[in-house]
């Protein structure tokens, strides 16, 4: 697995290049991702190491997959991706872990990852932008999705698949923790509009 350093100078590496890619000034960055510029600045830098949330802004207003800031090196036309490549990007108070196993873009940016859940930890997340998808398929144990005001569990061998457009959080239902793999599957963004900046203030970025 790449040191905390590594992957700290691959997301400055990647952020930089994304947002020069689209001709994106900081501020104009710093609009559509609600991430404010100094932040990006300290992150362009290498000077800070973002949190999952921060990175999932800043992919969603660049309509790239979160793998594509924290890839560490992507140049082969095939890739098998071994375990020591992979990016642990949360870690919980009780030992839960998840990590970002690969990415893609196609119609629009796709993610795998893997979580640990154990019981006690839970992860908040933020709306994604619209038209996002996210598919749970339980490995072990018993998950707990809470999606807006609704709950909903899962066991070994079932999936979830709903839409990731409102706040949800993710937890073990039991002892046993759960152990599953996600993907998420982002809506692609007209080529037009890919570039506009957003209104609205932040969003909430944190997980408990």
């Not at 070994?156 to 457009?165: E, I, N, R, S, V």
């Not at 609205?200 to 997980?207: E, I, K, L, Y």
Request: with cysteine.
């Amino acid at each position: 697995m790449p040191s905390t350093q590594e992957v700290q100078q691959a997301i400055a590496r990647n952020l930089r290049q994304l947002r020069q890619r689209r001709d994106l000034s900081l501020d104009e960055l710093a609009i559509r991702s609600s991430v404010s510029r100094a932040m990006i600045v300290q992150i362009e830098q290498a000077r800070t190491n973002p949190s999952i949330n921060t990175l999932c802004l800043l992919a969603d207003a660049l309509n790239e997959p979160v793998h594509a800031l924290v890839s560490v090196e992507d140049t082969s036309p095939v890739r098998v991706i071994g375990e020591d490549e992979t990016v642990e990007l949360w870690q919980g108070k009780r030992g839960s872990t998840a990590r970002v196993l690969a990415g893609a873009g196609s119609s629009g940016p796709v993610e795998l990852w893997e979580w640990q859940l154990k019981l006690g930890d839970a992860y908040s997340a933020p709306a994604h932008s619209p038209g996002t998808r996210e598919m749970l398929f339980v490995i072990s144990g018993e998950l707990r999705l809470e999606l807006g005001e609704r709950e909903y569990t899962a066991k070994a061998g079932q999936t979830l698949l709903f839409h990731a457009d409102e706040p949800h959080r993710y937890a073990a239902a039991n002892r046993g923790g759960a152990r599953l793999l996600m993907v998420v599957l982002e809506a692609a963004v007209p080529a037009m509009t890919a570039l506009r900046p957003r209104r609205g203030g932040p969003r909430a970025a944190d997980a408990s």
